[in-house]
C-alpha cells in the first residue's frame, strides 16, 4: 500500500492523515528522520513557519528533508509548508528548504482577512474547489519551471515544479479530498517511475 508521510512537528499534522486516507492510501506522522526511508512522499502542514523551522532544526531534519525533496519521491507543502519549500521569502534574507523556484510572501492577504474561503478553479484538477485560507501566504514569482495551478485575486495560490507541489490554501480542513488526491496519484506515478 503506498504510505505518504506528513511532518508531524507542528501544524495541521491528524487533518492531511485523514485526508489522506479517505483517498485509500496510508498516512504517516513523521516524527524521526529514520522514518523518511519508509514513505512514498511527504506532506509538509500548514502551521506557523518559524515555529516549525526551529523545531525542523532542533530535530535535525533540515538536510534530509532537501535531500527527500531531491530524491524523485513527491513532496507537498501547505500554507507555512510551501514557505518550507520556498527558494525566497519576501522581506527575509533567507529561505528554509529552498528547493522550489518560487518567492513567497507571508501573511499575504492582510490582517484583516486573516482567514478566509474562496472558490478556486484547480487546472486538471478541480473545479468549484472552495479552497481554506488561514493567514496564507502566496507566490510573488514563479519561474518557468513552475506549472500555476490556481490564483486567487491575480495571485498564485497553488503551483507544481515537478514533483514539487504547494498550495497557499489548507485542503486537509474540507471534506473535498480532491486536491490531496492530485498530490496521492503524483506519489502513485513516482512510485512506478521509480521501480522501472
Ligand atoms: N502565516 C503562517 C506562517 O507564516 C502560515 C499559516 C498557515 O500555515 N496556516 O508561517
Known amino acids: 500500500m503506498t504510505k505518504i508521510g506528513v511532518l508531524g512537528l507542528q501544524g495541521a499534522v491528524r487533518e492531511h492523515i485523514r485526508s489522506l486516507e479517505a483517498n485509500g492510501v496510508e498516512g504517516i506522522v ?3 528522520v529514520e522514518q523518511l526511508q519508509d514513505i512514498d512522499g511527504l506532506i509538509l502542514p500548514g502551521g506557523e513557519s518559524t515555529t516549525m523551522r526551529r523545531l525542523i532544526d532542533k530535530y535535525e531534519f533540515l538536510k534530509p528533508l532537501q535531500q527527500y525533496a531531491k530524491s524523485g519521491k513527491p513532496m507537498y507543502g501547505t500554507c507555512a509548508g510551501l514557505i518550507m519549500l520556498a527558494k525566497h521569502i519576501e522581506g527575509s534574507d533567507f529561505g528554509h528548504l529552498q528547493v522550489m523556484d518560487v518567492t513567497v510572501e507571508r501573511n499575504a492577504f492582510g490582517r484583516q482577512v486573516a482567514s478566509f474561503e474562496a ?3 484547480i487546472k486538471g484538477i478541480a473545479d468549484k474547489y472552495e479552497a481554506v485560507f488561514i493567514r496564507a501566504p502566496y507566490i510573488v514569482e514563479a519561474s518557468d519551471a513552475v506549472e500555476v495551478l ?10 507544481q515544479q515537478g514533483t514539487l507541489l504547494a498550495s497557499a490554501f489548507h485542503p486537509e ?8 488526491g492530485h498530490f496521492v496519484k503524483m506519489v502513485e506515478e513516482s512510485k512506478k517511475t521509480l521501480a522501472s
Open 30 to 32: 513523521i516524527k524521526r
Open 119 to 121: 472558490e478556486l478553479n
Open 150 to 159: 490556481a490564483t486567487y485575486d491575480g495571485k498564485i495560490v497553488a503551483a
Open 173 to 180: 480542513l474540507t471534506d473535498d479530498h480532491r486536491f490531496t
